[in-house]
């Protein structure tokens, strides 16, 4: 089984794809039990005209399409940014094992920064969650990204 940070380096590979379509630049990867990527993603929103196509989201479509079923049980996603309420939503709906994520987004991260989102007692299935796996590369591609744009 190769380690977190092998997954994670594939998931900011995407984030640097979302950078180049002009997307901010965080991107994901669904592995499978055997440690296969079965989907990976990136940032759309502008370029699909959906607020829904977060990194997270795209990846966890193509990774329900790859198993032909939404449930991806002892799978993991790797994404380089703490997921929203809406992507944090979406792992436990899809029954993920593990969540792991590089840098914390201090006002929308729904996983620790703002809120904890995947630990309330009325959801149905629990997500172990492994934080800052490669944050620091995470968080200069995004400072990066932003100092561009807000030259």
Known sequence: MRSDEYYMHRALDQA???AEAGEVPVGAVVVNAAGEVIAAAHNAPVTALDPCAHAEVQALRLAGQARGNYRLDGCTLFVTLEPCMMCAGAAVNARLERLVY???????GMVESRANLLA???FNHRVAVTPGVLAPASRRLLKQF???RRA
């Open 102 to 108: 590089a840098a914390a987004e201090p006002r929308t």
């Open 120 to 122: 309330q007692p009325w």
């Open 146 to 148: 932003f100092a561009v």
């Open 16 to 18: 640097h794809q979302a």
